[in-house]
């Protein structure tokens, strides 16, 4: 069984404290309910917003996916802070998972090379996967106007194809398929480019993001106006992060050993 | 039952923070601020749902059909965004952790005690 | 010289405050084929904090001669007939523009001071002090309530990743582990708030939210939601008991991002108070103004006075100035939290001054790590008698000016902060201004005694044996010399904090700023495009004499106490050994609560965000 850390004189106990966030606990669930209650059923109403941008975005963003058009045109904004989120996150993973003066890189030769733990048929199906996957991430971030899905999905879905590589072969394979200079720069290619979207609205149609190009019609491929270009950015932003977030972990994982020989 | 989805995501909060407030392992302790911040997607999600509602996509049905709200969807995207780097941070600083102190009890950490 | 093109279009610039230091942050984080070297990267980096100070500044010049908000629409998207806004604005007023323009300077210094030699690794600091920067403009100017939520979500992302950026040592990611865990159960507090709101006003627009509850009277949903969104600001603000990751994050930051966390960051946490409370809640919850006011300023004079107790037991130099700065937050919530134009105009003058000098102290301590290597008082005993002489003297200025000596610095902000207070029967807040003052005051005195003049008992050094006996430097390079820049931001965040508040027409500047930020018609009409009421006529408050005479009290209070403190005047009498014991033993009770663990300070602020709650709800 767990055993109680040990603390100070005068520092909370383990059990002191427990009873303390259950005090706080109650109240904060009585405040919470107490406030919920007032919201009306939830089955019932849309709220104002929902409903009018319902109403009306098809018509003026020539757009049918209407989330994707809150997305990237009328709260645009909000997606460029939230961008900036991941690519803030993305940028101190580097910093925090690189490596220090203590840490060597383990060689490269000597990382286990199949070792024959996965079946041949789990392999076969990874490999498989990879190329359906990568198409699948594209159609998902170009027709983001049109259906379900948009940049974020897309550029996940992508990213996730290089855990198949890894899946279905080895660490070193996934590593020659990952230039980590060129991912670096098509995620700040991409956030960079959201913000030169943006730009452009401001300087051809006077409103920072404003929706510049023509809408075309509801419906096909090529509509939307700036639209599909900032859920493109937003895509290569989130794959390349996402990338990174992957590829950093395991490289933690298995590469980075310490000195003291723990090992991976 | 008008309430449920409302008090699901209360309870999902609070179990959450009680996991945050009783963790003995770094990772757990993060995984338990994720389960926190998810409570707010039901509850975004519930207070945008209507009843007999589409989703909003209006490529093959009429314009007027009744449809849940976008705006709620929206926001809990970028909700999950957050949630997700933060989680992500947090992770990279745990491992960090672990290798300059050898531990990943929460408890065991004292550098900062005052 | 505005011609006709450059005044309608410098409204729809202002996105570019934030829009500018991202591009630019992109741009330093793309490897670039070029050879891109590390002085590119700070020209880029400055290139960014002066595009923002000087849109800022333009902004604010356009504000102060607004009678309304300035409003910005992004996307181009006007508000429809219906009062519905679908898009996200900014509302620019001076308030907004002064804190954009504040945190503008502040990255500006703090590139300054790492110029050429903080020991940064590639353009990472600087793509993420340029983020953050975005974060704080955008934060300061919204007009949206989710879009507050997106900028504050990033500027704590920027804030977490500056605050472990030095992944060398385990308190630096202690530091940023309690910090985001607890920031960011504050954030979902928010997020719950604003789902409430949006459930029932089907809105995000401050003013249109604020519109659709003015039609109502305020129900518990109304009195929760601003409870939730209150407590969560709070969070950041580090109001106790929502405050202890504040020390532990700010003690260990690198100087560069301390310099903007305590300067902006943590002020920006009560400024959203404040503007959501103007924008959104006035309507519904005027008529419990009252009950309101004295749950708020409670909280305000707890943190205040907390803050300058632990203050002046701190070793550790820059954990000092982290409770300094909980304190002077609990002292601008005093002014916030009487919720009336005069108090608002109050903590508008105090909190530029304080950031600036606070920032100023910052860099002091800097330098004086980089010279001695040490920043625990005990170890550092006269040591900081190698720094050139000006050190000791920007430090015992800045000091001066955040004991407020009239006229400078924190004064006019404290005084009219108490005038305000004396007109709503709460003026014996000027006593707790005393006493906060005096004691964060004397702590930083004492320490400045010790350190450059070698002043006071040695004290025993904590014998730690994890501590390393020298700590490195922030800086690279020699440590024989104290850096030119280093002096440079030094003397100019400290000279600007004396004098910020000093320029004549400031304080009525600031009064008629507060007073348009506080009139909720005007607001509304001017972001939903309606027809702007004129502005209810200004009630001035003057800065009195009596004023005048309790700064100089609260100047010589703080000059006996550090003096007593370092033992060069004897108090004629002793205190009893009992009286002595119990302020020991409840001090030292206080002192463990801040255990560095997160559970525990999880379970605090749980309870802090019901006990909020509970009151805010006795009070209606």
Not at chain 1, 194 to 204: S, Y
Not at chain 2, 50 to 59: G, N
Not at chain 3, 597 to 606: E, K, L, P, R, S
Request: net charge neutral; hydrophobic share 55%.
């Amino acid at each position: 069984m767990e055993t109680a850390p040990a603390r100070r004189p005068g520092e909370l106990s383990f059990e002191a404290r427990r009873r303390l966030f259950l005090v706080g606990a109650v109240g904060l669930a009585a405040l919470l309910l107490s406030g919920l209650s007032g919201l009306p059923d939830y089955r019932d109403v849309t709220p104002l917003y929902g409903q009018v941008i319902n109403g009306v975005a098809v018509e003026e963003r020539s757009t049918t996916a209407v989330v994707t058009a809150v997305n990237f045109d009328y709260r645009g904004f909000d997606t460029l802070g939230e961008e900036f989120i991941l690519f803030a996150a993305a940028l101190v993973l580097v910093l925090l998972l690189r490596r220090l003066g203590e840490e060597r890189r383990g060689r490269l030769d000597r990382l286990p090379r199949h070792r024959h733990t996965t079946s041949a048929a789990v392999r076969l199906t990874c490999v498989a996967l990879v190329g359906p996957t990568v198409l699948l991430a594209i159609y998902i971030t170009m027709h983001g106007h049109l259906t379900p899905g948009g940049g974020f999905q897309g550029g996940v879905i992508a990213a996730t194809a290089l855990l198949l590589v890894y899946l279905g072969s080895d660490y070193a394979t996934m590593r020659r398929l990952r230039p980590m200079a060129l991912v670096e720069t098509a995620k700040a290619a991409g956030a960079g480019s959201f913000v030169l979207i943006g730009v452009a609205g401001l300087i051809v149609a006077g409103s920072f993001l404003e929706n510049f190009l023509p809408l075309g019609t509801p419906g096909e491929l090529v509509s939307a106006g700036t639209i599909p270009l900032l859920s493109l950015a937003v895509g290569i932003e989130v794959a390349g992060a996402f990338v990174l977030l992957l590829s950093e972990f395991l490289d933690q994982l298995l590469v980075i050993r310490r000195k003291r020989g723990g090992g991976a | 039952m008008s309430f449920l989805p409302y008090a699901v995501a209360v309870w999902i909060c609070l179990v959450g923070l009680y996991g945050v407030v009783t963790s003995r392992h770094l990772v757990h302790t993060i995984i338990c601020l994720s389960v926190v911040q998810s409570s707010t997607y039901v509850l975004l999600l519930a207070v945008g749902y209507r009843k007999d509602s589409v989703a909003p996509v209006f490529i093959d049905i009429p314009r007027d059909t009744p449809a849940v709200d976008p705006v709620v969807q929206a926001l809990t995207l970028t909700d999950v965004v957050v949630g997700g780097a933060v989680t992500a941070l947090l992770l990279a600083i745990a491992v960090q952790i672990e290798k300059h102190l050898d531990t990943l009890d929460p408890d065991e950490l004292d550098p900062l005690r005052d | 010289m505005n011609s006709i093109l450059f005044a309608t279009d410098l409204a729809e610039l202002a996105p570019l405050t934030v829009a500018g230091p991202f591009l630019l942050a992109a741009v330093l984080a793309a490897r670039l084929p070029v050879p891109f070297q590390r002085r590119h990267a700070e020209l880029v980096a400055a290139a960014g904090a002066l595009l923002v100070a000087v849109l800022c500044l333009l902004l604010l010049r356009e504000t102060l001669d607004s009678d309304a908000p300035v409003v910005s629409q992004i996307g181009g998207w006007q508000p429809r007939g219906d009062g519905v806004v679908v898009g996200i604005n900014f509302a620019l007023d001076s308030l907004g523009a002064t804190l954009a323009l504040l945190a503008a300077l502040l990255v500006g210094t703090s590139l300054v001071f790492a110029w050429r030699s903080f020991d940064a690794v590639g353009p990472t600091f600087h793509a993420l002090i340029l983020v953050f920067l975005g974060a704080l403009t955008g934060f300061a100017l919204t007009g949206d309530l989710f879009n507050m939520f997106v900028f504050f979500e990033l500027m704590s992302v920027s804030a977490y990743a500056l605050t472990a950026y030095r992944i060398e040592r385990p308190e630096s990611l202690q530091g940023a582990l309690t910090f985001a865990i607890t920031n960011s159960v504050g954030a979902v507090m928010i997020l719950f708030g604003i789902a409430l709101l949006y459930g029932r006003t089907g809105a995000l627009n401050l003013a249109q939210v604020g519109e659709a509850l003015a039609q109502q009277s305020s129900d518990e949903l109304v009195v929760v939601s601003f409870a939730l969104i209150t407590a969560g600001f709070l969070v950041k603000a580090a109001i106790v008991p929502f405050h202890f990751w504040l020390a532990d994050a700010y003690a260990v930051a690198p100087t560069p991002a301390a310099i903007v966390f305590t300067g902006v960051m943590s002020d920006l946490g009560i400024y959203a108070v404040a503007r959501i409370y103007l924008t959104v809640f006035q309507a519904p919850l005027a008529p419990h103004v009252e009950g309101l006011r004295a749950v708020l300023v409670a909280f305000a004079v707890l943190t205040a006075l907390v803050g300058a107790v632990m203050a002046l037991g701190q070793d550790h130099l820059k954990r000092l100035l982290a409770f300094v700065t909980i304190s002077q937050i609990g002292l601008a919530l005093i002014g916030i939290g009487l919720l009336t134009p005069a108090g608002g105009a109050g903590a508008t003058l105090l909190i530029p001054a304080d950031g600036l000098l606070r920032a100023g102290l910052f860099v002091c301590l800097g330098a004086v790590l980089h010279r001695c290597g040490s920043v625990y008082q005990s170890r550092l005993h006269g040591r900081g008698r190698v720094l050139p002489r000006v050190f000791p003297i920007l430090f015992v200025a800045g000091t001066l000016g955040l004991a407020a000596l009239p006229p400078l610095g924190a004064f006019p902000g404290k005084a009219i902060i108490e005038e305000a207070a004396a007109e709503v029967g709460y003026g014996w807040t000027a006593a707790v201004f005393l006493l906060a003052t005096a004691l964060t005051a004397a702590a930083l005195l004492r320490a400045g005694a010790r350190v450059f003049l070698g002043w006071g008992p040695v004290a025993v050094a904590r014998t730690d044996p994890r501590e390393p006996p020298t700590e490195d430097s922030e800086l690279t390079g020699s440590r024989g010399r104290v850096p030119t820049p280093m002096f440079v931001s030094a003397a100019v965040l400290i000279v600007a904090g004396l004098l910020v508040t000093a320029v004549p027409g400031a304080v009525d500047d600031a009064q008629r700023s507060a007073h348009l930020f506080a009139d909720r018609n005007v607001y509304a009409a001017a972001v939903l495009g309606r027809p702007v009421p004129a502005p209810d006529p200004i009630h001035f408050v003057h800065i009195g004499d009596t004023a005048v005479v309790l700064g100089v009290v609260t100047v010589l209070a703080t000059l006996v106490l550090s003096a007593i403190l370092l033992e060069r005047i004897r108090l004629p009498f002793r205190l009893p050994r009992s009286v002595m014991r119990a302020a020991e033993a409840s001090f030292t009770r206080l002192r463990r609560q801040h255990s560095g663990q997160i559970g525990d300070y999880v379970a605090w602020a749980t309870v802090g965000f019901a006990l909020l709650g509970a009151l805010f709800a006795a009070a209606t």
